[in-house]
């Protein structure tokens, strides 16, 4: 220490700051680009609150895994009824809530009848809207009726928006939440950071970490700063993946990529004018060369896909040739559907840098074969309600983020209006069968069917890139559901 | 006086009420819609109602604007829509970020112009005085962000002499968030500086030429005594008054500096505000900043009527 | 209007001979009004074609400032930029000029009128809302595009105009010639379109020129926080946006746009300063 007095004070500080992260290695500072805007889960839409509260400081029946499977939870073991309509759970006992309040059946009975209420403002109300309804059976056992079969109910409880809240703090829950998870909520710094402990009184397997700060950099320069300083132990979702390998070179830090469930698309208006044509459509998809725009604006990390559906799922069908880069065949197209002079389309493109980015590769590779886009650069807001409740647009990027999501297409009424009878039939039979060939069946026949209609443009599957001091184990590499699940996360040595 | 007085407070609160009006209309035509930007893409109809009900989105216009007037009278700015905790917390928890920075930036930018001022007007057209000038020429027509990209990537990122950004919180030490506020600082007061320091100049300049200090000269004082005793208390007027405009500009003003340097304070509690549509944290806080504004202006007028009874016209 | 140096001290405002700042600055102005009018004519290199597989490459014979992320020559987008810059801050300094100018003529003829108490009145609420904050609401509105930059930052020009307007105004009123000018019967609007309005004109192009060289840096301030002209258009605020997170090693992405900002408001800058001791030594510059 003696050195240190001969520093500079700016510098003695940056050495007393790391001295101190040093010193302990049952804590972690996680990198977050968003703040959530609050911390209730079942209240708003916001990815950033899941990926604060998930697995952590709340818990539902079921939950999800690093793996994408879905394990119990609160709930020990279930049991469904022969129709499939009737699902028993048995909870664990001795849960309680980090105000010391006991978890029971009771409490569940609350989180789901809340959730599919009239007055709910769960931002995905639509998983429990098949509830006809829950029952106390005793304290440990509650049994839940469905109006349909659906395989799916099990999945549908792992969802963050269906986590197992207590009427007594649910109201409080946006600023002081109050769940079951292994950390309690400690305190929030607004605009900078949050912070959580480890309940002491868990029900389940201990952890490792005794503290976890997750801290909001919306900025990517300021985010890398931060990650090369040593501020921020991790930062799971790093939103510049041009820097990756500037952290590769370090032997400080670890480069994580893994897999998203975020199939990235061109999306096309197909009830806008030019677009109601197929050809105008499948021209578009033949202009886009998929390469560049991975390399391009993700800088090398992404998958490829050829219609809506993640490659990493067992189901995926590779339909990438059916869309190949072929700007000689899409001119061909555009001359045979009418628009040999070319054509003009909106391109409205949200906030996240694979919208602007691609948008501009994308962009220049249209003009290529003749069409000019005229690009609007929309924050969130503005896009949710332009494009996607106005439908007032031709062109857009976005990425789909929710697990298997294919069955958006047999809705008329999702933005991009794809309204396909052969379509809906498939994804109606799809929710009523049970076996698993046939089930495979149907998803690779729903996939090839939007293919083959050139419903959307199929860009690539959005990896998840992170990076981590070396020493941190545990942490989650794909990203099945959006969380930062930290149960499972250790320092080495 | 008190005619004078009652005049101007009558234009004070009839500019608040104009201003408060265009506040509210702005935030009412902005497209997007809060519940449907907190809900996401998959909220059902009913459920978006059930928020806006909850938010009291579902009021008529009018009823809302007065209803928030009203509130703001009483010292109540509402709730906001995406944090859930009371506009008033917020912004106290965001100032005592906003108004250290814009202190801190001021202190700096006051220390480095006023000797340089000093030495170019003292060495007027030498060597001194050109570098002065250039430099704060420079200093003008420097983009404040770019310069605070570059202190970044320099102090922070390749020397690691500091954090890149972020506050770690009063609680933590004051030397600790003086370090977190030094890069940030800097930015904001280079600018600020360079024409503070060309103020000075010329505002000396400007008195040294006056009568008075030239029978002070003839009286036989030193040029050194002169310079100091009578021209420098004279010519710190303008300066004063300068500074007082950088205030109220530091404040509100640092948002981009906020931005890059990932500092939540004012600025970027109605960036986000916005982005967020969180409607009524923007409009109580632009309201505040103006209220501000106004006030100190208001303030500003009396005391000048109060000194020269020429200026007391409503 | 008496124009004689009363102080004989203060002659240059930049510390530098006049000629020398106008020259220095008519200089360093005129390279980026010429690039800019050459840019539509002629450009190294497309700047809308992309070339993933060049980017980020360093200054070089092929590519004198390096190219981008999209492999796109950064020479090329500096000279269309400069279009868009300038662009943005004529046009926005037109409109203070041709709203506020009228406003501070009109308050001026009509001192303590109603009228100029109103527009006085107005000056000064525009003048407390935080600007930057209200050109992004301008655009969260009316959505982003170089049009909307362009009101966003002439809504804040419009006072400064008419305040100069005003101030510089009120003392010509009470000048010998106008009393004979009213007496002789000549309407308030004659008088000022006629007799103020000439006389105030040097001070107006030396203010022009101080807020057009602002209207340069609001500009690239509005850009960077992707306010300002959209893509495929370059723009500097929007390159060194994107330039960013690639500053740590590709430095050139940042350094190019970011001098061509401080070149152009500097050119301006020592353009306005000499113009003003050339018109008018005795005034001072005060910003």
């Known amino acids: ?493 | ?314 | 209007m008496a124009k004689h140096d009363k102080s004989g001290l203060g002659k240059s405002a930049s510390g530098f001979k006049s000629p020398t700042s106008l020259w220095i600055g008519g200089a360093l102005t005129s390279i980026f009004v010429v690039a800019a009018l050459v840019s539509f004519l002629w450009t190294p290199y497309s700047v809308e074609a992309l070339n993933i597989g060049a980017k980020l490459q360093a200054p070089s014979g092929t590519h004198l400032f390096g190219t981008d992320h999209f492999g796109r020559d950064i020479f090329s987008m500096i000279m269309v930029g400069a279009r868009v810059s300038i662009a943005v801050a004529i046009v926005a300094v037109g409109i203070g000029i041709l709203v506020g100018v009228p406003l501070g003529l009109l308050a001026a003829s009509r001192q303590n009128s109603f009228i100029d108490d109103l527009v006085m009145r107005s000056n000064d609420l525009v003048f407390a809302f935080p600007s930057l904050l209200i050109a992004i609401l301008i655009t969260a509105i009316f959505g982003t595009s170089a049009l909307n930059a362009i009101i966003a930052i002439g809504i804040f020009n419009i006072p400064v105009f008419a305040r100069v307007t005003r101030g510089s105004a009120l003392p010509i009123w009470t000048l010998d010639f106008i009393l004979a000018a009213r007496v002789a019967g000549k309407s308030g609007l004659r008088i000022s379109l006629e007799h103020i309005l000439p006389n105030i004109l040097n001070i107006l192009i030396v203010q022009g020129t101080i807020q057009f060289s602002l209207g340069i840096l609001a500009e690239a301030g509005l850009s960077y926080v992707g306010l300002g002209a959209q893509p495929p258009t370059p723009s500097w605020g929007r390159m060194l946006a994107d330039s960013q997170t690639m500053i740590s090693f590709a430095p050139h992405l940042a350094i190019f746009p970011g001098v061509a900002i401080i070149a152009t408001v500097l050119g301006l800058n020592l353009m306005g300063d000499g113009l003003r001791d050339l018109l008018d030594p005795k005034l001072r510059r005060v910003r």
């Open chain 2, 1 to 314: 006086m008190v005619r004078y007085i009652v005049t101007r407070f009558c234009v004070l609160s009839v500019s608040l009420l104009v201003a408060s009006g265009i506040i509210f209309t702005m935030l009412e035509v902005v497209p997007g819609d809060p519940a449907s930007f907190m809900l996401g893409i998959n909220a059902e109809a009913d459920t978006l109602a059930a928020m806006r009900r909850e938010l009291g989105l579902d009021q008529p216009m009018l009823q809302r604007y007065l209803s928030w007037l009203g509130g703001m009278l009483t010292g109540d700015f509402g709730i906001s829509y995406t944090y859930r905790v009371p506009v008033s917390e917020l912004v106290m928890a965001r100032i005592w970020i906003s108004l250290p920075l814009a202190i801190f930036a001021l202190i700096l930018s006051t220390l480095i112009a006023v000797p340089a001022g000093l030495i170019a007007a003292s060495r007027r057209g030498r060597v001194s005085d050109w570098t002065v000038m250039g430099t704060t020429q420079l200093g003008i027509a420097i983009p404040n962000f770019w310069f605070a990209m570059i202190l970044v990537s320099i102090f922070a990122i390749k020397l690691r002499w500091f954090s890149a950004g972020g506050f770690p919180g009063w609680d933590q030490g004051f030397w600790i968030c003086m370090q977190a506020l030094l890069l940030p600082a800097i930015a904001l007061a280079l600018p600020q500086a360079s024409i503070l320091a060309r103020v000075m100049r010329s505002s000396l300049l400007e008195t040294l030429s006056q009568d008075y200090i030239r029978t002070a000269r003839a009286k036989g004082l030193s040029q050194r005594r002169t310079v100091w005793a009578h021209a420098f208390r004279n010519a710190l007027i303008p300066v004063l008054t300068i500074i007082g405009l950088q205030f109220s500009f530091l404040i509100a003003g640092a948002i981009i500096i906020e931005n890059v340097f990932f500092l939540p304070g004012l600025g970027r509690l109605i960036f986000q505000g916005i982005t967020q549509r969180d409607l009524i944290v923007v409009e109580s806080v632009v309201m505040l900043l103006v209220f501000a504004v106004i006030c100190v202006n208001f303030l500003v007028d009396i005391a000048y009527a109060l000194v020269d009874p020429r200026l007391r016209r409503p």
């Open chain 1, 1 to 493: 220490m003696r050195k240190i007095t001969l520093l500079t004070s700016a510098l003695a500080f940056s050495v007393m700051t790391s001295m101190s992260a040093m010193a302990a290695q049952t804590s972690i500072t996680l990198g977050m680009q968003l703040e959530p805007p609050n911390l209730d889960p079942t209240s708003a839409a916001a990815a950033a609150i899941d990926e604060v509260v998930y697995a952590n400081i709340f818990e539902g029946l079921t939950r999800y895994q690093a793996d994408g499977s879905i394990v119990p939870a609160l709930a020990k073991s279930w049991e469904i009824s022969d129709d499939g309509l009737t699902y028993t759970f048995t909870l664990h006992s001795g849960v309680t809530f980090h105000d010391g309040t006991t978890m029971d059946a009771e409490d569940v009975k609350f989180s789901l009848d809340r959730a599919r209420a009239e007055d709910s403002t769960n931002a995905q109300k639509r998983l429990f809207t098949g509830i006809a309804s829950v029952d106390v059976v005793n304290p440990t056992t509650v049994s839940i009726t469905l109006s349909n079969p659906d395989g799916g109910f099990i999945t549908n409880l792992a969802w963050g928006d269906a986590v197992i809240v207590a009427p007594e703090s649910i109201d409080a829950a946006a600023n002081a939440p109050v769940g079951t998870g292994p950390f309690k909520f400690s305190r929030w710094v607004q605009g900078d950071r949050i912070e959580i402990e480890k309940n002491p009184d868990y029900w389940g397997e201990p952890i490792a970490l005794e503290k976890a700060t997750f801290k909001f950099i919306s900025d990517p320069t300021a985010a890398f700063a931060a990650v090369m300083a040593g501020d921020i132990d991790a930062f799971p979702g790093y939103p510049a993946p041009e820097n990756l390998p500037q952290f590769e070179a370090d032997p400080r830090f670890s480069v994580i990529v893994g897999s998203t469930e975020g199939e990235t698309i061109l999306s096309m208006n197909n009830k806008s004018e030019k677009l109601t044509d197929v050809r105008v459509r499948k021209a578009i998809a033949h202009a886009i060369n998929r390469q560049a725009i991975i390399d391009g604006a993700m800088f090398g990390f992404g998958t490829p896909i050829g219609t809506h559906f993640a490659p990493h799922h067992p189901d995926y069908l590779d339909l990438t040739g059916q869309s190949a880069y072929d700007p000689a065949a899409a001119k061909a197209l555009l001359k045979e559907a009418g628009y040999s002079e070319g054509l003009t389309l909106s391109l409205k493109l949200p906030p996240p840098s694979y919208a602007r980015r691609g948008g501009e590769i994308i962009a220049s590779q249209l003009r290529e074969v003749g069409i000019e886009t005229e690009i609007e650069n929309l924050e969130w807001a503005q896009w949710l309600e332009q494009v996607f409740r106005g439908k007032d647009f031709d062109l857009s990027i976005v990425s789909h983020t929710e697990p298997m999501d294919i069955g958006i297409y047999a809705n008329p009424e999702y933005y991009f209006q794809y309204d396909s009878a052969a379509f809906q039939k498939t994804i109606d039979d799809l929710m009523l069968a049970t076996d698993a060939g046939e089930r495979t069946a149907l998803l690779q026949s729903a996939q090839r069917v939007i293919a083959d209609d050139y419903v959307n443009g199929y860009l690539f599957q959005l990896a998840r890139t992170g990076v981590a001091n070396s020493k941190i184990r545990g942490l989650w590499e794909n990203s099945p559901t959006q969380a930062n699940d930290l149960t499972g996360v250790s320092w080495s040595d």
